[in-house]
């Protein structure tokens, strides 16, 4: 193979219908470009941390940091969430993706940016951890599900209606006696509303609930307005649990058909720490959200070691195998400088991910 000549070089502002025009080639699908601006533009943070590589035909390579707000211990810092790597087919193989991204990661370290996470796929995954210093928190991405249907879910697997229809009507009927559906009784003074979108109260909730964990990205009224409200192209469903006028916790929901299944997920989860039975009144919601909807799977990205792990079993969804996971993907950390421990950063113990920290759902 004859190495073709790039150079590398940082984003300029106009870049971004190139980098629309590479997305197109390498993933075969349109990326659009309000969502682009949405991630690099229209963050919270508001710093673009891009690095392209380009020959004399235009762009063939990136590789993405969108800065998010961290609390790392106890302080807030500017981490960032490794997005959008992307190689035009003639150039893999050159070592084009560990190049831009040891680029960006020093970069980064000059920003002093302590920290990069993110979800690797089976193609980028060997990379991250072989030759950039990426450890995995956990195997796979931590999935929980709680079927609904199980009849559909049987019909996307075996080849006969007549024996998936048998097989979802006894999975089905043992489901429902393993994991009914749970309808709990609020205390007294609390509510359950669906709301179109946060308000400044979550501050407080956030202020609360952050003593709980101590690597989580910063969850207050500007990101989750940012996040839920104003994503272009999605829409997200909001259940705040109050009383007496405060916010005791939320959960977002969101509605994706994938896989012949029609799917529910679990996005975010985030309630005060000192009454746990609070996220499983959200959670109960949630399902009978979801049931109503006539959904058929419902799905919830969860360490099992967080908290809220607990409130998602005792509605009845179980923790996923590695060997059933739909896709291959991976929860990963890289520590980006010697502020903190390696020990405290890789520790999956330390920290708390939902759906809503990925760029995809």
């Not at 680029?103 to 302590?114: C, D, F, K, M, N």
């Not at 089976?122 to 999935?143: F, I, Q, T």
């Not at 996923?320 to 421990?341: A, F, I």
Request: charged share 25%.
């Amino acid at each position: 193979m004859i190495n073709k000549k790039w150079v590398m070089r940082p984003y300029q502002e106009g870049d971004e219908l190139a980098i629309v025009k590479l997305y197109r080639l390498i993933f075969g699908e349109e990326l659009d470009i309000q969502d682009w601006k949405w991630h690099y533009i229209d963050n919270p943070v508001g710093l673009i941390t891009i690095t392209l590589a380009e020959d004399e035909n235009g762009l063939v390579g990136q590789y993405a940091l969108r800065p998010v707000r961290m609390k790392i211990g106890n302080t807030t810092r500017i981490a960032a969430f490794s997005m959008d790597t992307m190689v035009h087919p003639d150039y893999r193989g050159q070592g084009m993706f560990v190049k831009l991204a040891m680029h960006l990661y020093e970069e980064a370290a000059r920003q002093s940016i302590p920290l990069i996470y993110g979800f690797g796929n089976e193609n980028s995954h060997h990379g991250l951890v072989a030759r950039l210093d990426w450890v995995d928190l956990c195997k796979r991405v931590p999935l929980f599900v709680k079927p609904l249907n199980m009849r559909r879910i049987l019909s996307t697997k075996v080849g006969s209606r007549f024996l998936a229809a048998v097989g979802g009507w006894v999975g089905q009927g043992g489901w429902t006696l393993l994991c009914p559906i749970k309808r709990s009784e609020l205390p007294d003074g609390c509510t359950i509303q669906q709301v179109a979108s946060f308000d400044e109260r979550v501050d407080r909730l956030w202020e609360q609930a952050s003593s709980a964990f101590n690597i989580i990205l910063v969850r207050d009224y500007r990101y989750l307005d940012w996040r839920y409200v104003k994503k272009p192209g999605d829409s997200y469903i909001i259940f705040t649990l109050e009383r007496a006028g405060d916010i005791l916790g939320y959960v977002v929901l969101k509605s994706i058909e994938r896989y012949g299944l029609q799917l529910g997920f679990v996005v975010d989860l985030l309630t005060v720490p000192q009454q746990p039975d609070i996220s499983s009144y959200l959670v109960s919601k949630a399902v009978e959200y979801f049931v109503e909807l006539r959904k058929d799977v419902i799905g919830c990205l969860m360490l099992r070691q967080s908290p809220y792990a607990q409130a998602l079993k005792a509605n009845g969804f179980l923790f996923v195998p590695t060997r059933l996971h739909p896709e291959e993907m991976y929860l990963g950390v890289r520590c980006n400088s010697e502020d903190y421990l390696a020990e405290f950063i890789t520790n999956p113990s330390n920290w708390y991910v939902t759906w809503g920290d990925h760029d995809a759902i």
